[in-house]
């Protein structure tokens, strides 16, 4: 690993480390990137096998259990996914977008490191034995379907991948799973969902959760394998279904099977209570973002009214979740006096409107939408679209540049309106 940076009046200074140097093994075993580092760090009594200045140099070291190197390393290389899925999002892209996009990340680090989803199509009893050694869990996994056949169909991966032999391997050894279905109609669902879930149901509770997402689908699949679009009447359909299916797989403290909002929403039927998602967090996935969110905007009603002074501002949202906030958030709002609120639709027309969540949003459909407007003070809007450095949109535009293009400032909060007025200079 190489060394970019050395801090001072610590144990790599002492040792005459400088940027440019590696570190190579701890205790004989090499050391392959940060969790590796952490993990064998830790030793009270070490042999470190280090690059200095392009010679190999070898330590022998005694010091605390919370003592590292103090050192800085660079980046791991991120590993790519070894499939190329049929609804992969990254091939429907359109160009333009921020360029880290285009990569599909495959790399269980970052399961474990971040909650992404991975399929484990590229992990090998190697990586499975450092997982159980290091415990790397949980760990999220992509599943989709679990029938071989299916499995190629849909991942365009050419081999059977072996998959419930890696989760029976990892499960067996203490690891624990979320996994995810990202549902297609006509493809994965019915007798093939009822199949994958009993499936990944046997290791259960080892096997945690599995949440049911519905397919994403973009404007740009020319020449791509033709998936119908998750319409109002299928989520009807399949949410009529969902007791069923929990009640054949049921969980614990906390159900087995979850959905994304997205079905509740389409399917026009309330959403659960925070309390029934158990004590496990998907939110990230877009499992119980919008009660989480109801439930801390209703808290947060007293205080909001409390600190609120006469202004007024905009609340940019995608399509899908419009109406909702239209009607909880900007109607109680705008019953606060002095206070003006205009929750605007932004339509995705860089991804297609079929592609209806905030999230997804881009700096060039807010300003295209929103310029013009009367807007306000400023305008708000998620901070899921930005970046995981809260610096750029999917389409490399800063918070600063649409400000600029809008002639207000345009802010993101953090899944809180009350924020939103302890940011605002309304409170």
């Excluded at 990892?170 to 297609?184: E, S």
């Excluded at 009640?247 to 906390?254: A, I, L, T």
């Excluded at 029934?276 to 439930?295: M, P």
């Excluded at 809180?416 to 605002?424: A, D, G, K, Y």
């Amino acid at each position: 690993m190489k060394i970019v940076k050395v801090y001072s009046r610590q144990l790599g200074e002492e040792l005459g480390l400088k940027p440019g140097d590696r570190l190579l093994r701890i205790n004989g075993k090499k050391v392959l990137d940060h969790l590796d580092y952490q993990f064998r760090i830790t030793e009270e009594n070490l042999l470190v096998d280090l690059e200095i200045d392009g010679k190999t140099v070898q330590y022998d070291i005694e010091k605390n259990y919370d003592t590292d190197l103090g050192v800085e390393f660079e980046e791991f290389k991120v590993r790519s996914c070894a499939n190329d899925c049929v609804f992969c999002f990254v091939d429907q892209l359109p160009p333009g977008m921020r360029s880290t996009l285009y990569f599909r990340d495959g790399d269980y680090r970052l399961s474990y490191l971040h909650g992404h989803y991975i399929t484990m199509t590229n992990m090998g009893q190697r990586e499975l034995d450092r997982i159980v050694e290091q415990r790397l869990s949980p760990l999220y996994v992509s599943v989709h379907v679990t029938d071989k056949v299916l499995r190629k169909k849909l991942f365009l991966y050419h081999k059977d991948d072996r998959l419930l032999n890696k989760i029976k391997f990892l499960t067996d050894n203490g690891i624990l799973l979320h996994t995810q279905i990202v549902l297609m109609p006509e493809q994965n669902d019915g007798k093939w969902l009822v199949k994958t879930l009993k499936d990944l149901y046997q290791f259960f509770p080892g096997v945690n959760s599995c949440s049911i997402v519905p397919v994403g689908l973009t404007g740009h699949r020319e020449g791509l394998f033709s998936i119908p679009h998750i319409t109002r009447e299928y989520a009807k359909s399949m949410m009529s279904e969902a007791y069923t299916l929990r009640s054949q797989f049921p969980g614990s403290d906390h159900p087995f099977i979850y959905f994304a909002d997205e079905w509740y929403i389409l399917a026009g039927i309330p959403f659960p209570p925070v309390k029934a998602y158990g004590n496990i967090d998907l939110t990230e996935n877009g499992i119980g973002q919008v009660s989480a969110f109801l439930k801390k905007f209703t808290k947060d009603k007293k205080r909001i009214r409390e600190i609120a002074k006469p202004g007024c501002f905009t609340i940019a949202t995608g399509t899908l979740i419009h109406d909702i906030f239209r009607e909880a958030i900007g109607g109680y709002l705008n019953e606060i006096p002095g206070v003006s609120v205009e929750v605007v639709p932004v339509t995705n027309r860089v991804f297609g409107s079929s592609v209806s969540v905030s999230g997804l949003l881009t700096g060039r459909d807010i300003i295209d939408q929103l310029k013009g407007r009367e807007l306000g003070s400023s305008v708000w809007l998620t901070h899921r679209i930005l970046n995981d450095d809260g610096i750029k949109t999917l389409d490399d535009y800063s918070l600063d540049k649409i400000s600029s293009e809008l002639g207000v400032p345009v802010h993101t909060s953090n899944d809180s309106i009350l924020e939103i007025f302890e940011r605002n200079n309304l409170g």
